[in-house]
């Protein structure tokens, strides 16, 4: 399987930014669902964007919505989360996930069959 690496996570002070990357191990990214994800101590695992291959849509949960940017860029098989005016709230582990791309990219954690380690994001106020 495709291994998934997130990278730079770390701890801020609210309003501040962070950026997370997520490597593949292979090209799979335009053939690929490919979603960031957060779990909090004690709470379920949630979507956060998630950003479709075939028409370069992309959808955000509403509470990062203005935030938090998605992007890609296949030919580095790369996938990044830029988030800016982060809140306490958004204090979690974030995982990269993918799942074949099949008419659509739901932003529903079992659908997805590929994950990352994932990167802690802490965010002070």
């Known amino acids: 399987q495709v291994q998934l690496v997130e990278s730079g996570g770390g701890s801020v002070q609210a309003g501040g930014s962070l950026r997370l990357s997520c490597a593949a191990s292979?090209?799979?990214?335009?053939?690929?669902?490919m979603g960031w994800f957060r779990q909090a101590p004690g709470k379920e695992r949630e979507g956060v964007a998630i950003?479709?291959?075939?028409?370069?849509?992309?959808s955000y949960a509403d509470s990062v919505k203005g935030r938090f940017t998605i992007s890609r860029d296949n030919a580095k098989n790369t996938l990044t989360l830029q988030m800016n005016d982060l809140k306490p709230e958004d204090t979690a582990m974030y995982y990269c996930?993918?799942?074949?791309?099949?008419?659509?990219?739901?932003?529903?954690?079992?659908?997805?069959?590929?994950w990352g380690q994932g990167t802690q994001v802490t965010v002070s106020s």
């Open positions: 996930a993918a799942r074949p791309w099949a008419w659509r990219c739901p932003m529903v954690v079992s659908s997805y069959n590929n």
């Open positions: 950003s479709d291959p075939a028409s370069g849509s992309t």
């Open positions: 292979a090209p799979i990214l335009s053939s690929r669902c």
